[in-house]
């Protein structure tokens, strides 16, 4: 899991207990409907961006879209791989900033841009993101306005022209004729001189990805599912070998990436198989199990060949080779690819690792969450288990635990209450009746 709570819990909440945290403010929706806006009373933009997931009255939705403005900025030098002073400044609503190097890091752009606003607003109002683009000599700087104070569209930042080229205010550096060139974007795609921001909607507006489905709520809490992943792993090559029968006999090899296999015989037990084949040296000693069944008739005995190494091994085939035994009919055997293997880009070595969806670790995942250099990765180990009462009606209280017999020194079972709250159904109150008319409940 990457970020989130430690998933030691607190006593009474549901916050940390699985590794959620409690979203700013609470939440309100209408059940019942299509509807897939959910009202908040505070700003999830900090928390949250659109592909993540949160957790409403206990069930999990994908979010769409929060009104997050975003704005890019493009950065240009004429010299980009030499150390040059080129500068520029930015403004919003007419405010701008001191001459910022062509080059600076994402936390200085952010700090650029808080400092043109009141700081009354308590700061923290953009979160910045920057990818080196070698290919246009520059870089790209991703501006979300995450802030409490954005509401419909924000003013757009602007480049001073005056602050340009080498008879601006900024320019190029002492001893340099070199000019930078900005521009300003919501698109991505950056045009001198225009800017078409997007539309941003009041932080208490949040769209989910599929219709809420829960009862109407209002006032509760809502949680944010940090992302989990598995490590990547390699595709493992597996590949059947079905010997064709009845009454089959003799002696067969295997080939693979021009390396012969040891003989083997009709029937073998797959240690005996496997022995065959790693005898045959590289690549067939690279991390091979096999496993043998019965086939449906007429099939005799199906290998199943498990390249557990990992990548794409190529073709591998059998023939009658030129075994000490009796030559086994070879129109009786075939070879079938099961499964193809593959490699990943970055094998995990301890300091990196590919990210893989959760239920899939052969399929590649990618983390959508804002950029950190100061997130917390956690190994999730452990079960947790959802309690629906389907007898018990009201607010029940929290059901204890017990670890005296679980093995382990950090052993630990977290008890959540109120995951979703019971309630009394005789509490209800029933509007709409009129006198003198039979009911039943």
Request: proline share 4%.
């Amino acid at each position: 899991r990457v970020g989130g709570a430690d998933g030691t819990g607190v006593a009474g909440d549901l916050v940390g207990s699985n590794g959620d945290t409690r979203l700013p403010g609470t939440l309100s929706v209408v059940g019942g409907s299509t509807t897939t806006t959910v009202t908040t009373t505070g700003n999830w933009r900090r928390d949250v961006v659109a592909g993540q997931t949160v957790r409403i009255d206990g069930v999990e939705y994908e979010v769409a879209d929060l009104g997050t403005e975003v704005q890019t900025i493009s950065v240009a030098c004429t010299d980009f791989d030499n150390d040059v002073d080129a500068s520029y400044k930015l403004e919003i609503d007419g405010v701008e900033t001191d001459c910022l190097m062509w080059n600076i890091d994402a936390d200085a752009m952010d700090a650029a841009l808080e400092g043109l606003l009141d700081p009354d607003l308590g700061g923290d109002e953009f979160h910045v993101e920057v990818n080196p683009q070698p290919a246009l000599d520059g870089y790209i700087y991703t501006v979300y306005f995450h802030g409490d104070s954005w509401d419909a569209n924000p003013a757009a930042i602007e480049v001073p022209a005056a602050s340009l080229f080498d008879g601006g205010t900024c320019g190029a550096g002492p001893g340099t004729d070199e000019d930078v060139d900005v521009c300003v974007s919501a698109a991505g795609a950056c045009v001198d001189g225009t800017v078409a921001p997007s539309s941003a909607d009041a932080p208490g507006s949040v769209e989910l990805a599929v219709n809420y489905a829960g009862d109407t709520v209002e006032g509760i809490p809502a949680y944010k599912v940090w992302e989990r992943f598995t490590v990547h792993q390699t595709g493992i090559e597996v590949v059947t070998v079905s010997l064709e029968g009845p009454g089959g006999s003799g002696d067969f090899i295997l080939s693979l990436g021009g390396r012969d296999s040891d003989c083997f015989t009709w029937g073998d037990d797959p240690e005996t198989v496997e022995a065959a084949i790693e005898g045959g040296g590289t690549p067939w000693s690279e991390a091979v199990t096999i496993t043998r069944s019965t086939g449906n008739a007429p099939v005799d005995y199906v290998y199943s060949i498990y390249f557990v190494g990992g990548g794409d091994v190529g073709a591998v085939t059998a023939s009658d080779g030129s075994c000490a035994g009796p030559v086994g009919d070879i129109d009786d055997v075939t070879v079938a690819v099961v499964s193809e293997g593959f490699d990943v880009p970055a094998d995990f070595d301890g300091a990196q690792f590919t990210l893989a969806e959760a239920g899939d670790a052969t399929t590649a995942a990618t983390y959508v969450g804002y950029s950190s250099s100061s997130l917390t990765l956690y190994k999730v180990n452990g079960l947790t288990w959802h309690v629906e009462f389907d007898t018990n009606i009201g607010d029940i209280d929290p059901m204890t635990s017990a670890v005296g017999a679980l093995a382990g020194t950090d052993k630990a079972v977290t008890v959540a209450d109120d995951y979703r709250a019971g309630y009394m159904p005789t509490s209800y109150v029933i509007t709409g009746l009129t006198q003198a008319v039979q009911y039943y409940v």
